[in-house]
């Protein structure tokens, strides 16, 4: 017989066990709920920050779009492209210089134009050059006004002796006799056109007593003027030590035409002179040939030819005068020809320089403008620009643009600045225009570059 207290709890236990199933059920169940809870809620977390993202970067792009479609874009750059006509003065249409190849030469137009001395670079004998010099002392010491001669001098017996022995060396000089007289004036005729070796050294004696006095007195306004490579040993320039370089004699040269009565003297074709029964012509067989007015010659066997000339040149219009120097010349049939023949030439190439040469033409490429996208657009002169320079000349170029709107177009033929050209003194500008259009920086172009 079943014991009816064991049937309770056997009972009892299994309503425990059917409750603990039930509640491991429910737990798991529960559990289950939570991890779907769990994930959905994780899902819904990254599909926020997703979205999130998304609209921040939406928004960065739009930013950056708006910054870039609204920044400041860079002005458009500019490089020069000189021609070489730009750099140095070229030779005028005519040709070069025909510069002599041996001695030394060089020439100048005050204020305009001036050639750097060719050839030798040391000092070389000057011949009757020197007598230049003689005149400017005299006429220092006894200035005469035009239309005046001057003091009176008289002729020695030493004056007559040292003719004959010149003379007797084949020399130039003037026939003078013990007692006669000749002007200050007369006496300057006569050492700058017939070139008297003779009178030069009357006229030594005359003003300083003695010639090497003198002489001296040729040297202290040599050193006052600056001929710091010119030198004098005697008055009339027999003595080869007697010497310059062609930069000290254009000045030298400078200063006798601005003396009245030494640029109307060297202006003479011939003189007379009492006692002499002919006209005595000038050595200077140049004068008057492409302007030719002045001033003095002079030869001998270690000078060889020698030729100091002004002459009238034009230049913008205006008649000035031009100075040049030859130096050393030799020729077999007449040194002093060839010296005048070397003058004559380079004044005939001075006439082309000083019509002035085209350094740059209008329409010339003197440049380029490159906009920041790449594009670009040549520079044009708009003019074209002359003026007088020596051959090989430095010139100097500046230019100037205008500001340029930030990424504005530029319309082709536009005016974007000018140019500035000098050469020595002589300044002028010309416009610079862009041969086509630069259009305006594109959109896309400031999107994508930072």
């Known amino acids: 017989m079943v014991n009816p207290t064991w049937i309770a709890k056997l009972l009892q236990v299994g309503f425990k066990a059917r409750t603990g199933l039930e509640n491991e059920i429910e737990a798991y169940k529960l559990m289950r709920s939570s991890n779907l809870h769990q994930r959905h809620t994780q899902r819904s977390w990254i599909k926020h920050v997703v979205i999130g993202a998304v609209a921040v970067v939406i928004v960065a792009v739009l930013v950056t779009a708006g910054v870039q479609l609204t920044r400041p874009v860079p002005a458009p750059s500019f490089s ?27 020439m100048v137009v005050p204020g305009v134009v001036s ?44 004056d007559v002796s040292e003719f004959n022995l010149e003379a007797a060396a084949k020399d130039s000089v003037v026939p003078v006799t013990a007692g006669e007289q000749l002007s200050e004036y007369q006496c300057i005729e006569a050492i700058l056109v017939p070139s008297a070796d003779n009178i030069a050294h009357v006229l030594a004696k005359w003003d300083a007593g003695s010639a090497s006095a003198f002489v001296a007195k040729m040297n202290a306004l ?23 370089t062609p930069s000290d004699l254009l000045i030298l040269g400078q200063k006798a035409m ?7 003297v060297v202006a003479m074709p011939s003189i007379t002179l009492p006692g002499v029964p002919k006209p005595m012509p000038t050595y200077n067989f140049a004068l008057f040939e492409n302007g030719i007015v002045g001033i003095k010659t002079g030869s001998d066997g270690p000078a060889g030819g020698c030729f100091l000339f002004a002459a009238n040149v034009k230049v913008n219009g205006t008649i000035r005068l031009a100075y040049g120097v030859v130096l050393g010349q030799q020729n077999a049939k007449s040194s002093l020809d060839q010296a005048l023949k070397v003058s004559v030439n380079l004044l005939t190439a001075l006439h082309g320089v000083l019509n002035g040469v085209a350094l740059v033409h209008a329409g010339q490429e003197v440049g380029t403008l490159k906009s920041p996208d790449g594009t670009s657009t040549p520079l044009l002169s708009s003019g074209t620009v002359t ?64």
């Open 115 to 158: 050639f750097p001395p060719v050839g030798s670079k040391s000092p070389l004998p000057i011949a009757s050059i020197t007598k230049v010099m003689t005149a400017l002392v005299v006429l220092q010491d006894h200035p005469l006004s035009p239309g005046q001669q001057g003091p009176s001098i008289t002729i020695t017996p030493s």
């Open 222 to 244: 040599a050193h006052q003027w600056g001929l710091t490579n010119t030198h004098f040993a005697d008055t009339s320039g027999l003595s080869s030590s007697s010497t310059s």
């Open 80 to 106: 020069a492209n000189v021609p070489s006509t730009l750099k140095t003065v070229p030779n005028p249409s005519t040709g070069g210089i025909p510069w002599p190849t041996t001695g030394a030469a060089g």
């Open 387 to 450: 003026l007088i320079g020596a051959p090989g000349t430095t010139v100097s170029t500046t230019f100037h643009l205008r500001r340029f709107k930030p990424g504005a177009p530029i319309p082709a033929r536009s005016r974007v600045g000018t140019l500035k050209i000098q050469v020595g003194s002589q300044v002028k500008t010309v416009g610079i225009v862009s041969d086509r259009s630069l259009p305006a920086v594109s959109s896309k172009w400031k999107l994508l570059n930072f």
């Open 258 to 264: 601005a003396n009245p009565i030494v640029s109307a």
